[in-house]
């Protein structure tokens, strides 16, 4: 069965630094989204990215966070200079149509900012 | 008033109990109703959705949609020890291709043998 792969799964990094989180969708998807997950906290959109663009992004996808498509394959996530406040688990998301209610989720990836 | 609440639980029932599980909304614009599971350190699974009003049945899952009461319901008839997992519910307005999902904090259920 196709999935959604993540890596790595956890990321342990110190303040201030660059992370990037990376994601393979299933291979014939067209639509991709970050979701993070605070813990104790509900899912919360970040970004859609569709045909090498964003298409939509939260209040939280400010500019420390980007999004790059590099080659067919992958879809990564990058926070800048990363925050406290950016522990979380990443969850990236794909679907064919770009209908939400068949977006496949990856195992996530648990970001621990020091 | 949130968009989106579900009661965090924990839930806890014996093996064979019907499970009803639910959330509230307040954003009228809403009009797909998902059902996720998700288990310990996974990503989040979808069960069911349905579009607009009305009900759905999978196997031993049921959804129930009622916009005038902006209220949805997931049961789980006959529930066994592997459906103990987080369900969370999502829901999104339609506008477009690129919908966002709006999730609920999860409901943690645990089916005791």
């Known amino acids: 069965e196709p999935e959604v792969t993540q890596t790595p799964s956890h990321q342990v990094t110190q303040m201030g630094q660059e992370v990037i989180l990376r994601c393979v969708p299933i291979s014939n998807h067209l639509y991709f989204y970050w979701y993070r997950q605070i813990l104790g906290q509900k899912v919360e959109f970040l970004v859609s990215?569709?045909?090498?663009?964003?298409?939509?992004k939260s209040e939280i996808f400010d500019d420390q966070f980007s999004v790059e498509r590099p080659d067919g394959s992958n879809f990564t996530l990058k926070i800048r200079s990363t925050k406290l406040e950016d522990s979380a688990m990443y969850f990236c998301?794909?679907?064919?149509?770009?209908?939400?209610?068949?977006?496949?989720f990856g195992q996530g990836t648990r970001l621990t900012v020091v | 008033q949130k968009e989106v609440e579900q009661d965090p639980g924990p839930l806890s029932v014996p093996e064979g109990a019907i499970v009803s599980l639910n959330c509230t909304y307040s954003?009228?614009?809403?009009?797909?109703f998902m059902w996720y599971r998700q288990y310990s350190r996974k990503g989040p699974e979808l069960l069911m959705y349905t579009y607009s009003s009305g009900n759905k049945e999978d196997g031993r899952f049921t959804a129930q949609v009622d916009k005038s009461s902006k209220y949805i319901s997931l049961f789980i008839r006959d529930s066994q020890p592997s459906d103990s997992a987080t369900y969370l519910c999502?829901?999104?307005?339609?506008?477009?291709?690129?919908?966002?999902?709006?999730w609920g904090l999860g409901t943690s259920l645990a089916v005791n043998p």
């Open positions: 954003n009228s614009a809403f009009q797909y």
């Open positions: 990215f569709y045909n090498n663009e964003i298409s939509e």
């Open positions: 999502a829901m999104s307005a339609g506008a477009g291709n690129n919908r966002k999902l709006i």
């Open positions: 998301a794909s679907s064919q149509q770009g209908a939400a209610t068949e977006a496949f």
